[in-house]
Structure formats: C-alpha cells, structure tokens
C-alpha cells in the first residue's frame, strides 16, 4: 500500500472545498465518546479551508478541539498569528467556545509557551504508550522548502528530538515559532497536507520521490499514510 494518496486539484479553492468536506464527514463520523482533537496549520491555504467549511455551516462542532501544528511566536492579535487566521475565519463564525480553543501562547517566552502547548494537548488528546498526543487530524501546509509545520530541512535537532512542542527559529518569517515535533506528526490518525501554491512542484516531487529528505519526505516515512491535495501538477 502507498505511503500517500496524492488528489490534484484545478485551484485552491476546489482544494479547500473537497478538504472541507472530507473534515466535516470525518467530525461527523466520529465517535462522540471523546473529542475530535485537530491541529491547525499556517500559511495562506488556511484561510481558503476555513472560508469553506464555514461555507457547508457545521452543525456537529461541539466535540472539536482545535490546536496547532505550529504557531508563530507573536500576540495572539498580530497579523501572523496562526490562531488570529483560526479566531478571524474559523472561530468567530462559527462561535466556537473559547474552551475548544487550545491556542499556543506565542506572546509568552518559549520555555513557557512550549511547556504550556505539551501541558494542554496532552490534558485534552488521547495519549501514546510513551506519552505522545494522538490527534485525530492534523493539517499541514507544505513550504517551498517541503517544510511542514516549522519544521524545517537541515534540523537536525527535530529530527533527533521526541519532545511534543519545540521552540525553533525557522528560516521562514516570522522566525521565532513553536511546533510540533515529528513523533505526534508520525501517530496522528489522519494528516492531510494542503501543499498548494505556486513553485512548490519540485519540493513536491522530491518528497514523494524519496530523493532529498526534505521534512514533508520524514513525515511520509514516518506514517502508514497520508493525503496529499495539491493545486499543481508534478512534473
Ligand atoms: C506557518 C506554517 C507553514 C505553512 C507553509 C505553507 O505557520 O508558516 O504552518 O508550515 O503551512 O509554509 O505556507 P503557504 O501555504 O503560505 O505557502
């Protein structure tokens, strides 16, 4: 069986609209014995998704709770907030309760937002046998780099580390984040990647293909399987 399905797609939009449902079939389909446990992305195709499962007016949103793959370190006001994109678009029409909201606090120092991330997934998430959240979906967006999440190629220190959350300054702006770390990518039941946007084709190409172990490449070696959608088609 592959490692990954990957769906193509003719724009984001139509991306957004078939990933939306997919999640509103999935939290409607879920056993409401415990939370639906979800982590958020960032970049620009979060705003497309929410926008979309707004669209469809989810009445089954009651169970969910919402955290992130990773959070830039910034007020939870500022612009490059991934939970301001979650709060803007997601959150406030929906009315989602603040205590489904499981916000990293980038305002904060990184040993306390990072301790207090861990603290909050692992009270909420169902836990592995050594002590790792595992999430029902996590979200991904995938840099021009096969980034994911902030987790970036040539750190090795991620690669090496079993913590939950790590602080890491990244090479993408803003620098200063928290993310999670490959462990909680590599058990989550389900990850879809949004890789969408222009001149990711070749990091793409190379994580599907094995050949450079870009971080997306990790994450699908790491998984039993993962869905890719894409607005592009490889070359
Ligand atoms: C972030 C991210 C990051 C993002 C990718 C894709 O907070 O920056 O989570 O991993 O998802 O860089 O971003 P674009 O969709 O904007 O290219």
Not at 60 to 89: I, M, Q, T, Y
Not at 143 to 148: A, P, S, T
Request: include cysteine.
């Amino acid at each position: 069986m592959s490692k990954y399905t990957l769906e193509v797609f003719e724009d984001a939009k139509a991306l957004a609209r078939e990933a939306a449902g997919r999640w509103l079939a999935a939290i409607e389909k879920h056993d409401g014995s415990r939370p639906f446990t979800i982590a958020l992305s960032g970049g620009r195709i979060p705003k497309v998704l929410y926008d979309e499962f707004v669209s469809l007016r989810p009445q089954s949103v009651g169970n969910v709770h919402f955290f992130w793959g990773d959070e830039r370190c910034v007020p939870p006001d500022d612009e490059e907030s991934n939970f301001k994109l979650a709060a803007d678009n997601l959150f406030s029409p929906l009315s989602l309760p603040e205590m489904q909201i499981h916000r990293i606090l980038g305002e904060r120092d990184d040993a306390f937002a990072v301790a207090q991330a861990e603290a909050e997934i692992c009270r909420v998430a169902e836990l592995s046998p050594d002590g790792q959240p595992v999430l029902d979906l996590i979200f991904l967006g995938m840099g021009e780099d096969g980034h994911v999440a902030s987790l970036f190629p040539e750190d090795e220190e991620a690669v090496a580390s079993t913590a939950v959350y790590r602080a890491v300054i990244g090479p993408k702006p803003p620098p200063r984040r928290v993310t999670l770390g490959y462990p909680a990518l590599a058990l989550a039941r389900e990850v879809w990647v949004l890789a969408a946007g222009a001149g990711k084709q070749e990091a793409l190409r190379v994580s599907l293909s094995g050949e450079e172990s870009t971080p997306l490449a990790r994450v699908l070696q790491l998984r039993t399987h993962t869905r890719i959608f894409t607005d592009f088609d490889l070359p």
